[in-house]
């Protein structure tokens, strides 16, 4: 693994791309394709992500309002609304919908069976059955996916190193994500590798975190791990000054947003990179070639963020050969 900034994509897809004209997707404006955006978030927490899929976009010559219209939808992390939402935006017309993270994947692919998904990203989408291989999906779902178990074990990993006496840590999971079946033996298998017990708790809602945090410190574990989901990310503020109010050392994955809101530690792919390729998938599917034929591709490389004002906050010394390794130290 290498801890360079940039990020390489994975797959044949990655390969050089001849970008199209403006005018390949230019229409009379009543007659422009729609393409649905549906997050399981709130509008403000994740603008940050709804603003990288429209460059990406753009860098594939759609432009919302002139060569294509977005339909965005929020179930402002309500997962009980996602299907509702997806069901929505296949019947206003969405000839793709573009969504984040294997809860809303499901979602989507339930709500709207019909319309092709790409994924922006999700976690091991053929192991959560979404795909038959990365090289040919096969089906109605394609994107980008995140590698699934060994970088749940990095993470872990990273943790242990960054505080090498620790005994147990707590793993917090998004309550009604489907691969949470999955993680639970990995995040075992993990713990038993590195001589650590972790104990797991789901958590349904955002109003949740406090007594998941307050859980954790009862336990009295050495650090928390937050499996990634955009319910998370959306809760970066919160998740954070609970940690450092808890005083738990806490690792995240997602965007990497959440050690430079406060948690000590990230390892995480670069978004931009991934919400970039999202427009390249939905500009071929709106040229008319079948989903199931584009490659998913992998991030292979990740940044890791270290957040030293939260260390010395906690009274931590960083190894220094993590620190060494860092792409982001936040002083």
């Not at 897809?13 to 729609?34: G, H, I, K, W, Y």
């Not at 797991?200 to 955002?206: L, P």
């Not at 965007?255 to 948690?263: E, K, N, V, Y």
């Given at each position: 693994m290498t801890w360079?900034?940039?990020?390489?994509?994975?797959?044949?897809?990655?390969?050089?791309?001849?970008?199209?004209?403006?005018?390949?997707?230019?229409?009379?404006?009543?007659?422009?394709?729609?393409?649905?955006?549906?997050?399981?978030?709130?509008?403000?927490?994740?603008?940050?992500?709804?603003?990288?899929?429209?460059?990406?976009?753009?860098?594939?010559?759609?432009?919302?309002?002139?060569?294509?219209?977005?339909?965005?939808?929020?179930?402002?992390?309500?997962?009980?609304?996602?299907v509702g939402l997806a069901r929505e935006l296949a019947a206003l017309g969405s000839r793709v919908i573009v969504t984040q993270g294997t809860t809303s994947v499901r979602a989507a692919q339930s709500g709207a069976p019909a319309v092709p998904i790409v994924m922006a990203p999700s976690a091991d989408p053929v192991g959560a059955g979404f795909a038959r291989s990365l090289a040919r999906p096969g089906g109605n779902i394609t994107g980008i996916g995140?590698?699934?178990?060994?970088?749940?074990?990095?993470?872990?990993?990273?943790?242990?190193?960054?505080?090498?006496?620790?005994?147990?840590?707590?793993?917090?999971?998004?309550?009604?994500?489907?691969?949470?079946?999955?993680?639970?033996p990995v995040l075992d298998d993990a713990g038993?590798?590195?001589?650590?017990?972790?104990?797991?708790?789901?958590?349904?809602?955002?109003?949740?975190?406090?007594?998941?945090?307050?859980?954790?410190?009862?336990?009295?574990?050495?650090?928390?791990?937050?499996?990634?989901?955009?319910?998370?990310?959306?809760n970066i503020d919160a998740i954070a000054s609970l940690a450092l109010a808890r005083r738990l050392p806490t690792i995240a994955g997602g965007?990497?947003?959440?050690?430079?809101?406060?948690?000590l530690l990230s390892y995480a792919q670069e978004i931009d990179a991934i919400l970039n390729r999202a427009g390249y998938y939905v500009a071929e599917i709106l040229r008319g070639v079948d989903p199931g034929t584009l490659p998913i591709e992998q991030p292979t490389v990740f940044r890791l963020a270290i957040n030293m004002r939260t260390a010395r906050a906690l009274g931590l010394t960083i190894p220094p050969s993590l620190l060494a390794r860092a792409d982001e130290v936040i002083e």
């Open positions: 360079r900034r940039r990020t390489i994509l994975a797959g044949a897809a990655a390969c050089t791309v001849e970008l199209p004209s403006m005018s390949a997707f230019a229409q009379p404006r009543n007659d422009l394709p729609l393409v649905g955006i549906l997050q399981l978030g709130a509008a403000e927490p994740l603008a940050g992500w709804v603003e990288a899929v429209r460059r990406g976009l753009a860098q594939y010559g759609l432009v919302d309002g002139k060569t294509m219209r977005l339909a965005i939808r929020h179930a402002d992390n309500d997962t009980r609304r996602l995140t590698i699934g178990p060994e970088i749940i074990g990095k993470r872990i990993e990273i943790l242990k190193e960054a505080l090498p006496a620790a005994r147990s840590f707590a793993a917090l999971l998004q309550a009604a994500n489907p691969a949470n079946a999955r993680w639970r038993r590798a590195l001589g650590v017990r972790i104990h797991v708790r789901e958590v349904s809602a955002s109003g949740d975190f406090a007594a998941a945090f307050d859980w954790a410190a009862d336990l009295k574990v050495d650090g928390v791990f937050l499996i990634s989901d955009p319910m998370f990310d959306a965007t990497g947003s959440l050690s430079r809101a406060g948690a």
